[in-house]
């Protein structure tokens, strides 16, 4: 596979940025824009020089994945190897590990876990490259724990603009209130969480709101809880829509005959608990649900572009965002610009952006600047709303009046 431009020139900042003498560098790079191609590239040009390579990944589902690609690219297996970090972390498997000249890590946003630091710190040797979208981590403090360099690729408006990207249209349609659900380890309790979701209406609303806004697509629904998937996945089957559920507890075959059905369009609905996320590719996925609430960008980003992938067979395609938990309130919307740092992440300002929400067709959008005249139209179903006007003041001066 040959590489796009923009993957290109991020393959050659790394390099400028090894051969500057960072030893330890995170990438930048948007969901869907090509990741798994670029570390196989990478790591393609080190075993091609005879060098040894470990790549790290912290969920079984990626192995395979990120396998078949280097396969493709032509990376020598018996120089690159695949592992999950929780394997390769143990003192045992450490020991009979030979030392790798290059590890490369996946979503390194995990890389101040204490798996990871300890195969660091076992191999201080070896040059280390991570890859993620968002260069955070709720709780742990900045990157820079790990990484010395941070060098960053396209934005997302880049990628949605040049159409590597599908556009989106992102609706607000609220199912329930987290006011009042404490928070634990940097993000909401989930227990609390699974316990506030886990309701009929819930779970009514959330297929109504499917047959509204997103009827006939190939949806995948993120929910706070396994028993609130289940539910989901049957309130669904029971209005006729062929869906189903899936959690890390699901045995192997089962996950891999329902994904299978997935992706060939005999499920059409994929209720699921945080299994996929983070690499689950599903080029014609069309839509997702967000039934969890999330004080974490990084999931929140993960989640909502799943469907933002484009599809070859489907040029005009347009994904489908449905927020009924209010995520898009705490971090904006998925292709957002940020100021990414790999210092401490410091206190969030609350957003200048100002959005707009349409009543008849919850549709979120960013209005037009305040203007004295004219009528603001939701730009996706005509709706006329009611227009916030600037301050006399400002009206003057934007008319030229100085006072």
Known sequence: ???????????????????????????????????????????????DRGNRVLFLVHRKELVSQIKRTMD????????????????????????????????????????????????FDYFPQATVVGFTATPQRMGDGGLGKVFQQLVESVSTKWLINNHYLA????????????????????????????????KGAIFGGTVSSWLQQAKGKKTIVYCASVKTSKATAEAFKQQGIPA??????????????????????????L???????????????????????????TLFIQQAMRPMRINPNDPSKEAIILDHVGNY?????????????????KKKHKSETTTKQCPVCFHVFIPPKVRET????????????????APRAEQEQLNGVSL
């Not at 003498?21 to 790591?43: D, F, W």
């Not at 394997?87 to 030392?99: E, F, G, N, Q």
């Not at 189903?244 to 609905?269: C, M, N, Q, W, Y």
Request: with cysteine; hydrophobic share 35%.
């Open 72 to 119: 493709r690219q032509g990376v020598d297996p018996f120089l690159c190897s695949v592992s999950m970090v929780q394997t390769v972390s143990r003192m045992k498997t450490l020991a009979r590990t030979t030392p790798p000249s290059l590890i490369i890590v996946d979503e390194a946003h995990h890389a101040l876990a204490a798996g990871y630091l300890r195969i």
């Open 374 to 389: 004219g009528t603001l139209r939701c730009p996706y179903c005509g709706t006329e709303l009611e227009e916030e006007r």
């Open 167 to 198: 556009p989106y249209h992102l609706y607000s349609v609220p199912l329930t209130d987290v006011t009042g659900i404490h928070t634990r380890h940097g993000d909401y309790d989930q227990s609390e969480i699974a316990k506030l979701m886990d």
């Open 244 to 269: 189903a559920h899936l959690d890390g507890s699901t045995p192997k075959e089962e996950r891999e005959r329902v994904v299978r059905e997935f992706r060939d369009g005999k499920i059409l609905v």
């Open 329 to 345: 309130t705490r971090h904006g919307f998925p292709d957002d610009d940020h100021d990414w740092s790999l210092e401490a992440k």
């Open 271 to 297: 209720c699921n608990v945080d299994l996929f996320g983070e690499g689950f590719d599903v080029p014609d996925c069309e839509a997702v649900q967000l039934l969890r609430p999330t004080k974490s960008l």
């Open 1 to 47: 596979m040959e590489l796009r431009p923009y993957q290109q020139e991020l393959v050659d900042k790394i390099r400028q940025a090894i051969c500057s003498g960072y030893q330890r560098v995170c990438a930048v790079l948007g969901c869907g824009g090509g990741k798994s191609v670029i570390i196989s590239t990478i790591a393609k040009a080190a075993t």
